[in-house]
């Protein structure tokens, strides 16, 4: 039996899933991304309580390591961290795009390509390209979206843009193989995904994981 404990603070709304041979046990979710740092720790004591289960029981800890937003990055891959150093537990780390082409491999049949975004502020996003069998066609980039950024791929295949960033493309998208939708994606995926990395025993080392960031950190001086 592999129990293990899901993480996701990438994005505006986090996630946790307690997953039991990657099927899912409980999910939770938190909305507000400025608490995330104050909702994660009592929301995991909260579901572990639930469903009768201690930290000693777990098998492994997963957390998505990015991209995402920087502080949210920082407050699941602290906790992680923290709680594998703590229990001695293996840690594994997921990319968030592949976690929501994953999302999306089983929501739209029809595509050919999947491409998730998410917004990187003002015309940039993060994204990559996936094939449904969740291949890497362009790995994980921050991308500034300028016209027909696609255009190769939406010569003969069917693509579908889904996440926060994708309404950035639509304006600069012209192809008929090109479609908009909505794609749901929740810590249980996640939980799918690090159990077939557990089984991989494709493991992250503690001294050397840190968050994904893609893009470098800059901050607004003040005047």
């Given at each position: 039996m592999a129990l293990i404990l899901n993480i996701d603070t990438a994005t505006e709304e986090a996630g946790i899933c307690l997953a039991k041979d990657?099927?899912?046990?409980?999910?939770?979710?938190?909305?507000?991304?400025?608490?995330?740092?104050?909702?994660?720790?009592?929301?995991?004591?909260?579901?572990?309580?639930?469903?009768?289960?201690?930290?000693?029981?777990?098998?492994?800890?997963a957390v998505v390591s990015g991209p995402g937003s920087y502080t949210g990055l920082r407050v699941g891959?602290?906790?992680?961290?923290?709680?594998?150093?703590?229990?001695?537990?293996?840690?594994?780390?997921?990319?968030k795009l592949k976690m929501m082409a994953f999302a999306a491999s089983g929501q739209l049949p029809e595509a050919d390509l999947l491409c998730p975004m998410l917004d990187a502020r003002r015309m940039e996003v993060f994204t990559a390209v996936y094939q449904k069998?969740?291949?890497?066609?362009?790995?994980?980039?921050?991308?500034?979206?300028?016209?027909n950024p696609f255009t190769d791929y939406l010569t003969t295949r069917r693509m579908s843009f889904f996440g926060s960033g994708s309404d950035k493309c639509k304006p600069?998208?012209?192809?008929?193989?090109?479609?908009?939708?909505?794609?749901?994606?929740?810590?249980?995926?996640?939980?799918?995904?690090?159990?077939?990395?557990?089984?991989?025993?494709?493991?992250t080392g503690l001294a050397y994981s840190e968050p994904v960031y893609t893009k470098e950190f800059y901050t607004h001086t003040r005047k």
């Amino acid at each position: 039996m592999a129990l293990i404990l899901n993480i996701d603070t990438a994005t505006e709304e986090a996630g946790i899933c307690l997953a039991k041979d990657g099927e899912t046990l409980a999910l939770a979710g938190n909305k507000e991304q400025k608490d995330h740092a104050s909702w994660l720790h009592p929301a995991i004591e909260n579901m572990l309580g639930t469903t009768g289960f201690r930290l000693s029981d777990l098998q492994a800890i997963a957390v998505v390591s990015g991209p995402g937003s920087y502080t949210g990055l920082r407050v699941g891959m602290a906790a992680a961290k923290g709680f594998c150093y703590a229990l001695g537990l293996p840690l594994i780390t997921e990319d968030k795009l592949k976690m929501m082409a994953f999302a999306a491999s089983g929501q739209l049949p029809e595509a050919d390509l999947l491409c998730p975004m998410l917004d990187a502020r003002r015309m940039e996003v993060f994204t990559a390209v996936y094939q449904k069998d969740l291949s890497v066609l362009l790995p994980s980039t921050a991308m500034i979206m300028e016209e027909n950024p696609f255009t190769d791929y939406l010569t003969t295949r069917r693509m579908s843009f889904f996440g926060s960033g994708s309404d950035k493309c639509k304006p600069i998208i012209f192809s008929p193989n090109a479609s908009f939708v909505e794609v749901k994606d929740h810590a249980g995926y996640l939980g799918i995904l690090s159990f077939l990395r557990y089984l991989r025993k494709e493991f992250t080392g503690l001294a050397y994981s840190e968050p994904v960031y893609t893009k470098e950190f800059y901050t607004h001086t003040r005047k």
